[in-house]
């Protein structure tokens, strides 16, 4: 394994703890255990620094700041609103916005949340939310039916192209003017290709929607310019803070500042429409992540996790595997390996990908279990695996040490023993 490059992950140093409690103590060691063995392929997981874990532990996590700076409901926050309005400069500056232009909102505790958020400020309850469908690599938060967003608004879904796997801009267009959605969601946790923001500009402008990007996965690729950035085109961008940011668990929103009041309305709806008190800590953590990834060693790590996640697309497609789409040009890709499962020397292959995910667990590889377009099995037990590069860039490796991944992925998922129908 190689050592670490960009932030280097000492688990023994950034983990180690003192606390009397040797129960929970014992449970931490063991999960420490865990991530320093396996190889973490789910794409929506990282490793965050120990700066911002110490800010997630500090004292901050002790403070009521119900409000927003310098409107508390609540004594005592001086400090908390230093804090908080540095996040938010941080957060700007990070994805070279202006002040004045964007406003970014750094109090949401995950990603649902914050576009439950934006919704709840800018759509009618009963208005609709045009999002992609969960099969073709959309977020439950996107109007599916399962999800509050999905419950309170119609839901209005949109699927990539059945043969191409890849979206199909005219037909969305179609879709928007057709069914004349509220918002139109442009973001996903299971698309590995660009995704054109100007266009969906024009979807939106097409049908009077608003265009909320939900960048959440591909934050940190953006902010390393390793991905095209959203913020010309859209009104409102989410994202959370832990996936390729590399921060801890929480969430940002960014909205334009016009007539629309777009923030204003965001704001409201985020306090007291839908939280309570925000977690300082959080805030905290978020923050001296927004430093660390505003410098060139982060610009490096982006560039390098998206090599990575090509080499392992290409090294398993070299191998015989379907990769949905093709290939990636992010940090996630789609492996098919029920219908595009290879087949082993004794002519058994093809394995589902809920058994997929169980096998390489087996063996030390960490990824899940993904429907693909064209499901033809359930979410529970679908036809593929989600793998990504970002834990494991974090961990130093590069793309060497990703051919030899796709050769053990290889290897591991040929191991199928049971011959199916
Ligand atoms: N659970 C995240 C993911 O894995 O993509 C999205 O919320």
């Not at 377009?373 to 529970?380: A, D, G, L, T, V």
Request: charged share 25%; aromatic share 8%.
């Amino acid at each position: 394994m190689s050592r670490g490059f960009y932030t280097p992950i000492r688990f023994q140093e950034v983990y180690t703890i003192y606390m009397k409690d040797s129960i929970v103590r014992k449970l931490i060691e063991e999960e420490k255990k865990r991530q320093k063995s396996v190889i973490n392929l789910i794409p929506s997981e990282n490793y965050c620094s120990k700066d911002a874990l110490e800010a997630l532990g500090s004292v901050f996590d002790n403070k009521y700041a119900e409000g927003y700076p310098k409107a508390r409901y609540y004594g005592g926050n001086q400090v908390i609103d230093k804090i908080e309005t540095l996040a938010q400069e941080r957060a700007l500056k990070l994805f070279g916005l202006k002040k004045g232009v964007w406003h970014v909102n750094v109090q949401p505790w995950s990603g649902a949340n914050a576009n439950l958020a934006v919704y709840l400020g800018l759509v009618p309850v009963g208005g609709k939310i045009m999002g992609m469908s969960l099969t073709s690599g959309g977020h439950l938060s996107h109007g599916q039916k399962v999800s509050i967003t999905g419950k309170a608004w119609q839901p209005v879904l949109f699927s990539v192209d059945g043969v191409t796997e890849t979206l199909d801009y005219e037909k969305v267009k179609q879709l928007a003017i057709q069914e004349k959605p509220n918002i139109i969601v442009a973001g996903f946790t299971a698309y590995p290709r660009v995704v054109d923001f100007k266009k969906f500009r024009e979807i939106a402008d097409a049908c009077g929607a608003y265009l909320l990007v939900d960048m959440s996965h591909i934050a940190g690729l953006i902010a390393g310019r390793a991905y095209p950035s959203p913020f010309p085109y859209a009104d409102v961008v989410t994202t959370t803070t832990h996936k390729t940011l590399r921060g801890p668990r929480a969430a940002m929103i960014f909205s334009r500042i016009d007539e629309r009041e777009l923030n204003k309305k965001i704001d409201k709806a985020l306090f007291p429409g839908l939280q309570g008190g925000p977690h300082v800590s959080q805030i905290a953590g978020v923050a001296v992540a927004l430093k660390e990834a505003d410098s060139p060693v982060f610009k490096k790590y982006a560039k390098q996790v998206v090599k990575n996640a090509q080499t392992l697309a290409k090294s398993l497609q070299k191998k015989g595997w379907k990769i949905i789409s093709g290939g990636t040009d992010s940090h996630l890709l789609l492996v098919d390996t029920w219908m595009g499962g290879v087949k082993n020397e004794n002519g058994v292959g093809g394995v589902p990908g809920k058994e997929a995910e169980a096998m390489l667990e087996k063996e030390g590889i960490i990824c899940n279990k993904n429907t693909i377009p064209n499901e033809s099995r359930s979410p529970f037990d679908p036809s593929g695996i989600r793998l990504g590069s970002p834990a494991e860039t974090t961990r130093g490796k590069k793309e060497k040490d990703f051919e030899k991944i796709a050769e053990r992925i290889d290897v591991i998922l040929r191991g199928v023993k049971i011959k199916r129908k």
